[in-house]
């Protein structure tokens, strides 16, 4: 049994050291091995704000995901061909730069998480899971019918975008771009779940009533964090993007949500490092299980299943010998 | 009639066919208990609902403090002052004593909205919450898991995060359920003392407590009011043992 | 349009949908009514029809082949609860959520791994085949009737177990307290395997069934399953009726928005474009009707529960 | 010593069509002999984003001289581009998406397969020789759908009775189905690969519908006309490669695959198995090393097709003859023969807007 | 032999140890009342004679060693429940949850309607709509359908209006008089216990502390373990 500080020092060792030697020994590679599985752990850290501490299992993560890759689809598309963006009100320049991509990305994935949210959380439990995944099926058939932008082709964007005096094109720089703002927004969520914010919010997920009768409007919490959790998640999407310098449809797909939704479930929900822990994990079965057998699947699915069963609370609650996390 | 802490006026709520509330006057008075009873399925807790905000009427009007709140929701009454305790205890089973207090303070202080701050470094919520968990006699308990707590201790914290909005009135829902003689006894001494602070509207089964606690007792039968007035007369009105208490009181 | 041509429309619409309820009975079963969440649910579909093909390419008969699919996905379903499943009644949702999927996995390269990574073949046999001519003069696949009779029964059978029998109540007292309904006398656990391996066997049935005029293939599960969760969760959970009303708007839906949505762009677009924006906008056309549902009845149609 | 890596799809819905360009690519590689060719072979899973993955893989830790296999457009889409740039050689079994054909041309680009539009364009130039005047068309409702639609209007004469798009991974095709009866069609056009084209044409038999349908030879290969069975009978489709194509090589690639493989090949690892052997002829006369001898002798294609006569047009792209094949019955084998040609030497509508 | 024998009975939830030492029996038609202050173990034992959490030591019910035995034995052995905080089934309507788990005998629908007429008129409303009190009846009257030979009763009367209370008293006074049931109480009212009960058994910290006849039960021990 570790304790769950020591297992988080050491998954964030693990994240320092692993790169450092792939690339002591030109690995090149596994640096973008591990640049996935850092982007994909930012995906499920932002979900995993409005599933472990809000309750909110959104079945729709996706739509953010892929709100955020499209932003940098498109934006750098049009500074690829020089051409304007037109809204019709307004035209505006395509950029080829990081952080004003990541910027709109959180901006346009909170809105549209403002709005999806206000709709599903009429809602809740099975009924909440459905209408997120409905508005994720939509925003996926829209694009894959979206011509201007490649329909179901995607987009490609054939160099990386920049970001202000490194170079993102040596692939160690990326991932230090990536590490560093998973473990900001680690931090954040650290700090988030601790907060007056916080404690309201897991008080809105375990019993709303009671948190009506203090005065507090659960249904607003609930809000909030799917807005913080969507913008997280839609700021993973456009950094998924640069990575691949591609984005399509699939980055909306259904598979998609729940993919991030797994990590969390295999990691531990509402462990701060449970969705690292669940995107490493997963990242390096799909790599090393396809090299052994063409079926591999069903040894991933037997390692889940195992997982399930014998590992309440995820690797974290396992490891922890803290099972039986909440919900 | 504006130093009335809660009043009611002509209060319908239907089920369906059922009448749960049946123009149901209702008055709360400074500094007094008044206790509901009446048979079970009478209304009682409906009645509370639509107080509370849970349940809205069909028809009649909520008086706070002399506003009508009849059209504001839970959230809205809570601010102006209506502290509620649950017949089943509503509490975040995952969290500590000591958080749900504190939950109760950061409500009443509306400072919800920050985001990075420890809220347990927040000195004026914790004394606001640990004074509360002290008076209901919880404080040693204040860094358990409210889940591990025993039923009489979960009805006390119930009471302590009530407490902690500083309430101008108090709405109980049973809060004798469940516990042992014993525990009942405390639980009565302790309202006693609290009436001092903000009236009390008590809905009890518990006709020990009722008859030690009220200054008047209402009596709901099949959602209408059919008798008010203080334990004497309550207990001697045939109506009420027929409907209510039986020969045994 | 000819005024036959939309009766026609709407028949298929309504077919289409009686088609939904037959591949989501198993699930409304499972899901609905013992409120697991089963993703395999498409895998047992998948089974069914997989079997289904085999054996009727052994026997060439299409009964047999019936037959033999609803007793590969019951016993598939009577062996994934009592290994897997049962231990997860007491979890919450979401580790469902994960055994499931993986299971998914499972099935899905098991079956490539069986049958090979090619669709198999599956006909319906001599005796359906072809149309017959209804009142008004349309032309209607037999065997489409024969699925929408399929449908009706396996509904209608379904109701009367869960509302009218008394294993029915137990299984709905079961979902709502497993523990209580044990301490009453009632064997929940065998319960719930048998209620399993009838849901896997529903899902088997009707992969044999739907596959017959569809593609037998690996992978041929998963749009049934996110159909099939549309379908229930419109209706409302643990509604058999709810279901039933669910998949046949659903069926509508999608039938007569692939149809008139372009017709409507028409109207205010240029052709091509029209035909574009119109298709695109009826390929989201079920999950829009779903979030409109739900925003007006947070619970579907007639789920009761919060 | 060169490196080929060989990216494609071999688990899950998509498999049969990578496991046969591989095996076809495989076979011709085994049956050169050369032992200094060393294929790196990764599985897609049909995902995008691990495609992209697995280029990168390829060039940044196997550091491949070429690429290919891979089987759908989008994946193409999402990897070529960038692989290109990064001068990687890439041969295109399958998928030639317009994007790559016209202006964004390559000269590491190669496609060995065919431009998408190719097999419908030749359907519609059969149709018109077939005489039908009045067709019915319809395909899903995404790039590759809305190309196959172009493609047929391109060379089709006639008018249009209508014109669809469905829902991609559509399985149910009553309402479309009322709509060609109704429509008054002479004839049929249809694109709708893998699993959506077996529905659509086991629903069409069932449906009483009598009119010739065209499609492209996707719906109508080896791997799947079994799975469709009688209902494909005396379909006829475009492709620009069968078994009875009668040339040496074919008849010995045909024979040794089922040999290899216990099983007729396809379209596909027709496709692999040219690949493979356009890449072993270059690597006759130049190494990948040497950039530009190394493109010369791609672009020469001095290598025994199975298909015939194989050259490249200014984009890379094929310049063939595109067959119609009737689907037909050999014993218990439903199989396509060759009923005549659809269009002689074709090349593609984009090579003119390529500037390499 | 008694109807049911518990020795030495322990039991955890999780880490947390609640049960340390529980004895207690039961004769066939006796009526043991179980007492003890809040959080003292009464439920826990109820549940672990009814097999819903895992417990060690004797547990024998008309000869049969229950912990051999699944939950569901439990109950067709012959011991009925009526839990603590009601659990009736949600979503079932009244008549339903009386059938669910129905066994035939002398309770039927009809006898439990004349127990609880309130029932009768609720019955097809479902369970989750009912007044706490009517849950309670109704948690009573399934636990009767099943004709058990021991009915558990876990605050039965918890909630409920007095004069309900004292026909729920009655009722228990009647099975008592008329059927053979026997019947474990666990009740907060000391008088009404001491007026239907045989035996008393009395638990401190999750161990039997006291145990005899309800004659000998004085007021320095009801003092002493129950507070009043
Ligand atoms: N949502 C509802 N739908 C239908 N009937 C309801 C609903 N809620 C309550 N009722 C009915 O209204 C009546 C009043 O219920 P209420 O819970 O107010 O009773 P009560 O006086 O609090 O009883 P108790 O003392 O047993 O708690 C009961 O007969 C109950 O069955
Ligand atoms: N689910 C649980 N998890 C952890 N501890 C529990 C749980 N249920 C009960 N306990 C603990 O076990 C001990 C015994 O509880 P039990 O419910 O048996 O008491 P009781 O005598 O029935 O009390 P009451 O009169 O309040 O119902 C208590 O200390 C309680 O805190
Ligand atoms: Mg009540
Ligand atoms: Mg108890």
């Not at chain 1, 790169?19 to 002591?24: H, I, K, V």
Request: with cysteine; net charge negative.
């Amino acid at each position: 049994m570790i304790q769950e500080r020591y297992l988080n020092a050491l998954v964030l060792f693990g994240l320092i050291a692993v790169p450092l030697y792939a690339m002591a020994t030109e690995e090149l590679f596994t640096i973008t091995l591990a640049t996935r599985a850092v982007i994909l752990a930012l995906a499920a850290v932002g979900l995993n704000l409005a599933l472990g501490l809000g309750g909110l299992v959104s079945f729709g993560h996706a739509t953010f995901f892929g709100i955020g890759g499209y932003t940098m689809g498109v934006l750098a598309y049009h500074a690829q061909t020089y051409t304007a963006l037109d809204l019709g009100l307004f035209t505006i320049e395509g950029t080829k730069s990081m952080p004003i991509i990541w910027l709109v990305a959180i901006i346009l994935s909170s809105l549209v998480a403002v709005v999806i949210g206000m709709l599903s959380l009429r809602t809740s439990g099975v009924y909440f899971i459905m209408i997120t995944l409905a508005f994720g099926q939509m925003f996926f058939f829209f694009t894959i019918s979206w011509a201007a932008y490649g329909g179901e082709d995607g987009l490609s964007i054939y160099v990386r975008n920049g970001f202000p005096g490194l170079n993102t094109l040596v692939p160690i720089q990326f991932y230090g771009i990536c590490f560093v703002i998973l473990c900001a927004v680690l931090f954040l969520n650290a700090r988030l779940a601790k907060s007056p914010f916080g404690l309201a919010l897991n008080a809105a997920r375990q019993t709303p009533m009671r948190t009506q009768t203090v005065g507090l409007d659960p249904t607003r919490l609930k809000l909030v964090a799917f807005v913080i959790s969507g913008a997280i998640t839609g700021l993973a999407g456009a950094l998924f993007a640069d990575l691949n310098r591609f984005v399509s449809p699939t980055m909306f797909s259904w598979q998609f949500s729940g993919e991030i939704m797994l990590f969390i479930i295999l990691g531990g929900v509402g462990r701060l490092f449970g969705p690292v822990i669940g995107a490493v994990i997963f990242v390096t079965l799909e790599h090393f299980l396809g090299e052994i057998t063409d079926f591999w699947h069903i040894y991933l699915g037997v390692i889940l299943v195992i997982i399930v069963l014998f590992a309440r609370g995820g690797i974290v609650g396992l490891l922890s010998g803290r099972g039986g996390g909440h919900d | 009639m504006t130093d009335l802490v809660l009043e009611t006026r002509g209060i319908t709520k239907s089920f369906g066919a059922l009448k749960a509330s049946d123009s149901i006057d209702f008055d709360l008075r400074p500094g007094e208990i008044h206790a509901i009873i009446g048979p079970n399925g009478a209304g009682k807790s409906t009645l509370i609902k639509q107080i509370s905000g849970e349940l809205r009427p069909d028809a009649g009007q909520v008086f706070l403090a002399g506003t009508d709140v009849t059209q504001q929701t839970t959230r809205a009454r809570a601010r102006a002052g209506l502290g509620r305790t649950f017949q089943i205890s509503e509490l975040a089973m995952e969290d500590t004593v000591l958080q749900n207090a504190v939950l109760g303070a950061l409500g009443a202080s509306g400072s919800v909205w920050r985001f990075l701050k420890p809220v347990l470094s927040d000195a004026e919520l914790v004394t606001r919450a640990e004074e509360a968990l002290d008076r209901v006699g919880l404080l040693d308990a204040r860094n358990q898991r409210t889940a591990e707590l025993s039923h009489g201790q979960r009805r006390q914290l119930e009471v302590a995060v009530a407490l902690t909005l500083r309430p101008k009135v108090f709405v109980m829902d049973e809060p004798m359920a469940g516990l042992g003689a014993e525990g009942s006894l405390t639980m009565t001494r302790f309202l006693d003392g609290l009436r001092s602070e903000a009236p009390i509207l008590l809905v009890e089964h518990d006709m020990d407590a009722v008859f030690a606690l009220a200054d008047r007792i209402s009596v709901l039968v099949y959602g209408r009011l059919i008798a008010t007035g203080t334990v004497d007369e309550i207990r001697s009105n045939a109506e009420v043992r027929e409907a209510y208490l039986g020969e045994d009181a | 349009m000819s005024t036959v041509l939309i009766i026609e429309q709407v028949l298929n619409g309504l077919q289409f949908g009686v088609m939904l309820f037959l591949m989501a009975a198993g699930l409304t079963l499972i899901f609905g009514v013992m409120g697991l969440i089963n993703l395999a649910h498409g895998s047992f579909y998948m089974i069914g029809a997989f079997v289904a093909a085999a054996v009727a390419a052994a026997t060439g008969s299409f009964l047999l082949a019936l037959i033999a699919a609803l007793i590969a996905a019951a016993a598939a379903g009577a062996i994934v609860e009592m290994v897997v499943i049962r231990r997860l009644y007491a979890t919450d949702h979401l580790d469902q959520v994960l055994a499931t999927f993986a299971l998914i996995l499972v099935f899905s390269e098991g079956t490539r791994w069986i049958f090979g990574s090619f669709p198999l073949f599956l006909d319906i046999p001599g005796y359906l085949s072809g149309p017959v001519t209804l009142p008004g003069g349309i032309q209607y696949p037999l065997y489409r009737l024969t699925l929408i009779g399929a449908g009706l029964a396996v509904g209608l059978g379904l109701w009367a177990l869960i509302e009218r029998t008394r294993v029915g109540i137990q299984i709905r007292a079961g979902e709502n307290d497993r523990e209580m309904i044990a301490a009453l006398g009632v064997d929940i656990s065998k319960l719930y395997t048998l209620v399993f391996a009838l849901g896997a066997a529903l899902a088997g049935l009707s992969g044999a069934l739907v596959g017959a005029i569809q593609s037998v293939q690996v992978g041929m599960g998963e749009p049934v399953l996110i159909l099939a969760f549309v379908v229930i969760v419109i209706g409302g959970i643990g509604s058999i009726k709810g279901a039933f009303v669910g998949a046949l708007l659903v069926g509508l839906t999608d039938t007569l928005g692939g149809i008139f949505l372009p017709q409507l762009f028409k109207l205010f677009m240029e052709q091509s474009a029209a035909t574009n924006a119109g298709s695109a906008v009826a390929s989201m056309s079920i999950y829009i009707l779903m979030s409109i549902v739900l925003i007006w009845k947070p619970t579907g149609l007639f789920g009761a529960r919060p | 010593e060169v490196k080929v890596g060989l990216i494609t799809t071999l688990s899950g819905g998509g498999a049969g069509l990578g496991i046969d360009v591989r095996d076809g690519f495989m076979l011709a590689i085994n049956q050169s002999g050369r032992t200094d060719v060393e294929v790196v072979i990764e599985d897609d899973q049909r995902k995008p984003d691990i495609a992209v993955q697995l280029s990168d893989k390829m060039i940044q830790s196997e550091k491949v001289d070429v690429l290919t296999g891979i089987i759908w457009s989008n994946l193409a889409m999402a990897v070529v581009p960038a692989a290109v740039n990064q001068d990687v050689i890439y041969l295109s079994p399958n998928a030639g998406p317009s994007a790559l054909a016209g202006k964004g041309c390559h000269k590491n680009y190669y496609n060995v397969a065919w431009q998408n539009d190719n097999l419908h364009e030749a359907a519609g130039a059969y149709a018109n020789s077939a005489g039908y005047k009045n067709s019915f068309i319809l395909a899903p409702n995404y790039p590759a759908g809305k190309d196959a639609l172009t493609g047929y209007k391109r060379f089709f004469e006639g008018e249009l009775a209508g014109e669809l798009y469905t829902k991609l991974g559509q399985t149910d095709y009553a309402a479309e189905l009322a709509q060609i009866r109704a429509s008054g069609a002479d004839s049929v056009f249809f694109f709708l690969p893998g699993g959506m084209g077996i529905s659509f044409l086991k629903q069409y038999a069932d449906s009483g519908i009598d009119l010739p349908v065209v499609g492209p030879a996707f719906s109508f290969d080896q791997g799947i006309l079994q799975a469709v069975g009688g209902a494909a009978l005396g379909v006829v489709n475009t492709s620009q490669w069968n078994k009875d194509i009668d040339n040496p090589t074919n008849a010995a690639f045909v024979e040794s695959f089922q040999a290899e493989y216990g099983r007729l090949p396809s379209l596909y690892a027709s496709q692999g198995f040219d690949t493979a052997n356009l890449l072993l002829s270059a690597l006759e006369t130049a190494s990948p090393d040497d950039g530009d001898a190394f493109r010369a002798a791609l672009s020469a294609a001095n290598f025994n097709s199975t298909r015939g006569d194989f050259s490249f047009g200014p984009n890379n792209h094929p310049v063939q003859t595109i067959y119609a094949r009737e689907v037909i019955k050999e014993g218990d084998v439903f199989t396509n023969k060759i009923i005549g040609v659809a269009l002689e030497n074709h090349s593609d509508a984009y090579a003119a807007e390529c500037k390499m | 032999m008694s109807l049911l024998s518990v020795e030495n009975l322990t039991a955890s939830y999780g880490v947390s140890q609640a049960l340390f030492g529980v004895d207690l029996s039961i004769e066939e038609g006796q009526v043991v009342a179980l007492m003890g202050r809040n959080g003292m173990g009464k439920s826990t034992t109820v549940k672990s004679i009814c097999r819903m959490i895992a417990s060690q030591g004797v547990l024998n019910f008309g000869g049969t060693d229950l912990h051999a035995q699944p939950s569901h034995r439990v109950a067709r052995l012959g011991i009925g429940l009526v839990p603590e905080g009601r659990r009736c089934f949600r979503d079932l309507t009244v008549y339903e949850n009386l059938i669910a788990s129905a066994r035939p005998g002398e309770w039927t629908e009809d006898t439990i309607g004349d127990l609880f007429p309130r029932l009768t008129e609720r019955r097809q409303q479902r369970a989750r709509s009912l007044s706490g009190g009517e849950q309670q009846m109704l948690a009573i009257g399934r636990a009767l359908m099943t004709n058990p030979k021991l009915l558990i009763l876990d605050e039965a009367t918890e909630g409920l209006a007095p004069i309900i209370r004292q026909e729920i008293w009655a009722a228990i006074k009647r099975i008592k008089r008329d059927s053979g049931v026997a019947i474990l109480l666990v009740d907060k009212s000391l008088k009404e216990l001491s007026k239907v009960s045989d035996r008393a058994v009395i638990l401190e910290r999750g161990k039997t502390a006291w145990s005899g006849n309800i004659t000998d039960l004085t007021k320095e021990i009801s003092e002493k373990f129950v507070g009043v």
